[in-house]
């Protein structure tokens, strides 16, 4: 198996992505190909001991920054590190790409380089959401500001397979985020895809109002883009929020300040449950590869978390098992509309 | 003055809506309407010494129940104390009406008894969202699933006004919730409300990411009816949550539980911060009259703080405000039209 790493991207790119991708190597037997600077990967590769042969570098001249328009990122820099890396996976030399880069540009990238399998009508961003009890898929998480039912529905069949195959959860329940919990309620495009997931062979748990998404009632969780990258952010932005007011409260007084060193375990461990990073990348799921957007703020561990995710991705047959999915899915709405 | 509150609506009713009345005829001297059971609100009021010819008890047999079917219920349950008490209000009687009530069925009555402002397309519901340096403005919060860009453009005047009027902001800053914060960004809802509110006479602040929400940036928060119930929602659900978490993790041992011990008043300060129904009801902007939504476990103090509330709206005349901004911008949506 090979897999491909986008040496240049990230925010701590290439020391993490090059120390990650060594471990990954020593840990999980992969072959990783570092895409980037040459010179700058040498120098890190330098820093290990390694059996040579599973690392390999290609160089590319370029490097798609944050700051660049994804699409004209895509078409412009044919020498960046994430084109070339993608082409490796599209030329079928190698299994899945990582990019801890530019998201936009890595979707862009997706649809472009990479392309849709066939019967899908649009690729999705899968993060995973943390919960009390765990975690659940989110998709699409803002791939797709404007989405159809159609889409959805896809989304929902998706997630199903990556949560069965990479998460190992057996027939993952799916929740559509919606506001109100019986059927009949939400706006055109939630009500549409109630119907469309009641129909389907998915384990359909219903609706799902956002007040309830951090308790973690359904294991894939449908929405457009727009309001899956609301939710991932508000979060986000919500626990760093209550984080900041805590420790303004805690430190106001001598007895609070000696009740938070007593605390300061406690808190430690809360805080890793809501670190989403822990968990990986999130795949972009409904293009014909393997690829996978590590976030920006990666270090070597996620990087190293993030092959494993896209070994097991590969081996478990993600693709073919998706592809399988939506021909039948295909089949039966021609039925349907004959019938 | 005179301030028609639903006796019967809420968890706690009738006690905490008489009581809440009662202590605001006291305090702030005006004429509360008492709609409901008599025979209930007159054992409540018999608990308080109380000049009577300031409280005044209209009967209604009929209560509509959180369970019922909000349009169903406005046309069938013709002498519920909700029907009843917004007749009061279209009918001039009364000057506004408040419930902690089904909020559905408070959402149609307002618009099938007490009908819309002249020009107005949509009515929203615009409760109050607490920041880290005060509270913003959200709107709507799920009164409208569907929105065109048109209608949020209402939704920022009419919140523009309420914030002034009623909240005492001046000239305050309008943002619009979307996925990323460049002009462009965003679903085609949002891309179009964008270039509506850039060119309006609105303290446009532009786009703000979910992630933001909290640092209260702007103090109207403008969106549709599905977002804006989403991130209420989300925000209630992960508050509610991290403390349950933060709980779990902090008697886990005998020095936590000891530091959460000193921690106690500090985090009860910070909780408060978080409880929105501080800040009493949401108003439902956009109805010819008054009509403001209490929270459904409104205690008296939030009761009082309601009829506080409905007593600046009057009195700062937000509904002949927002009829005037209405009609300036439908003159100059035509002017530009011919032009």
């Keep these: 198996m090979k897999i491909v790493v986008d040496a240049m991207g990230g925010d701590h790119a290439p020391e993490v992505t090059v120390k990650g991708s060594v471990d990954a190597v020593k840990e999980y037997g992969v072959n990783v190909v570092l895409v980037g600077k040459e010179e700058m990967i040498k120098k890190e590769l330098e820093k290990y001991q390694l059996d040579s042969n599973k690392i390999e570098i290609v160089h590319a001249e370029e490097v798609i920054e944050n700051e660049d328009k994804p699409v004209r990122a895509i078409r412009r820099k044919k020498d960046s590190s994430m084109v070339k890396g993608l082409k490796l996976v599209k030329e079928k030399k190698a299994d899945a790409f990582i990019s801890a880069g530019n998201t936009g540009a890595l979707l862009s990238g997706g649809l472009f380089v990479v392309g849709r399998i066939k019967g899908i009508e649009r690729a999705a961003l899968a993060p995973v959401y943390p919960t009390s009890n765990g975690i659940s898929l989110l998709l699409d998480a803002g791939a797709n500001a404007d989405c159809k039912p159609k889409y959805l529905h896809q989304f929902a069949i998706m997630g199903s397979v990556y949560a069965e195959k990479v998460l190992g959860i057996k027939r993952p329940k799916v929740g559509l985020i919606n506001i109100g919990t019986e059927e009949g309620k939400g706006n055109e495009l939630t009500k549409e895809t109630y119907k469309l997931l009641k129909e389907s062979d998915l384990n359909f748990y219903g609706n799902i109002e956002a007040r ?59 805080k890793k449950r809501l670190d989403y990073t822990e968990y990986g990348g999130a795949p972009l799921l409904g293009v014909k590869g393997a690829v996978i957007k590590a976030h920006g703020s990666s270090d070597a561990k996620a990087i190293k978390n993030a092959i494993r995710q896209a070994k097991v991705f590969v081996e478990n047959e993600v693709l073919e098992k998706i592809e399988e999915d939506i021909n039948r899915l295909g089949g039966k709405h021609g039925k349907e509309e004959r019938g």
Tied chains: 1, 2.
């Design 212 to 270: 309830e998404l951090p308790k973690g009632k359904a294991d894939v969780l449908v929405c457009d883009g727009f309001v899956g990258n609301t939710v991932l952010k508000l979060t986000e932005g919500l626990a760093m929020e209550i984080f900041s007011l805590l420790k303004k409260e805690i430190t106001k007084s001598f007895f609070t300040k000696l009740g938070a060193l007593m605390l300061k375990s406690g808190l430690k461990g809360f």
